[in-house]
T-cell receptor
Framework: KNEVEQSPQNLTAQEGEFITINCSYS?????LHWLQQHPGGGIVSLFM???GKKKHGRLIATINIQEKHSSLHITASHPRDSAVYIC????????????FGTGTRLQVTL | SQTIHQWPATLVQPVGSPLSLECTVE??????LYWYRQAAGRGLQLLFY??????ISSEVPQNLSASRPQDRQFILSSKKLLLSDSGFYLC?????????????FGNGTRLTVT
C-alpha cells in the first residue's frame, strides 16, 4: 500500500462544477503539498499546508492532521483547470524528501 | 526572483549511450536540489537530493548518478542508459534549512531510451 493515496484517479467535470480531490496518508508528516502538473509536464506548487485551510483564488486546500486526510477543492471549474493534481507529503523526520501520490487527472469540459 | 532552468526538454537516446541532464537555479543561494523521475502512469520518485556542493544523497540504487559541481548547478548522469531509464525527469529546489518550504520545479526532460 502506498503511503499516499489519492482519489479519484480520474475525474471529468463540466465547466462550473465544484470539484473535490482527496488525499489520504498513512505516516506522520510535517507538511503536505498540492501540486499541479500540466499536459506538457511542468509542475507548479499550489499549496503547502501543515494545518487548517488555505485559499488561493478558486482553489481551497484543507488538511485534517488527526484523520491524515487532505482535500483540494476547485470552485467554478474551468477547462484551464484540466491537469493532473498531485498530493505530496513531507514525512516527519525525513528533512528534505517528499513522498508523492500518483495524481488525479482532471478534465473539465465546456 | 528565483528561477530554475532544466535542459534539454526532450531527449531520445539509444541503449548504452551516456546521459547528462543539467539543472541550474538563479536568484537564491544554498538551495536544496532534487532530481525526480516520473515513469509512465506512476508517481514522482525521488532519485537524488543535495544540501550543498559535493553532497549527494541517493534514494534509489540504479545506473544513474548525480553531481553538484557548483552551488546552483545539479547534474544527472549515466554512463550507459537502459531501456528502463525512460521517463520524465524533473529537477526541483527548495530553500535550505526550511523544512516546510515550497518546492519549485523545472519544466522537466522527457527521456526516451530506444
Amino acid at each position: 500500500k502506498n503511503e499516499v493515496e489519492q482519489s479519484p484517479q480520474n475525474l471529468t467535470a463540466q465547466e462550473g462544477e465544484f470539484i473535490t480531490i482527496n488525499c489520504s496518508y498513512s505516516v506522520g508528516i510535517s507538511a503536505l503539498h498540492w501540486l499541479q502538473q500540466h499536459p506538457g509536464g511542468g509542475i507548479v506548487s499550489l499549496f503547502m499546508l501543515s494545518s487548517g485551510k488555505k485559499k488561493h483564488g478558486r482553489l481551497i486546500a484543507t488538511i485534517n492532521i488527526q484523520e491524515k486526510h487532505s482535500s483540494l477543492h476547485i470552485t467554478a471549474s474551468h477547462p484551464r483547470d484540466s491537469a493532473v493534481y498531485i498530493c505530496a507529503v513531507r514525512v516527519s523526520g525525513t528533512a528534505s524528501k517528499l513522498t508523492f501520490g500518483t495524481g488525479t487527472r482532471l478534465q473539465v469540459t465546456l | 526572483s528565483q528561477t530554475i532552468h532544466q535542459w534539454p526538454a526532450t531527449l531520445v537516446q539509444p541503449v548504452g549511450s551516456p546521459l547528462s541532464l543539467e539543472c541550474t537555479v538563479e536568484g537564491t543561494s544554498n538551495p536544496n536540489l532534487y532530481w525526480y523521475r516520473q515513469a509512465a502512469g506512476r508517481g514522482l520518485q525521488l532519485l537524488f537530493y543535495s544540501v550543498g556542493i559535493g553532497q549527494i544523497s541517493s534514494e534509489v540504487p540504479q545506473n544513474l548518478s548525480a553531481s553538484r559541481p557548483q552551488d546552483r548547478q545539479f547534474i544527472l548522469s549515466s554512463k550507459k542508459l537502459l531501456l528502463s531509464d525512460s521517463g520524465f525527469y524533473l529537477c526541483a529546489w527548495s530553500p535550505l534549512d526550511r523544512d516546510n518550504s515550497p518546492l519549485h520545479f523545472g519544466n522537466g526532460t522527457r527521456l526516451t531510451v530506444t
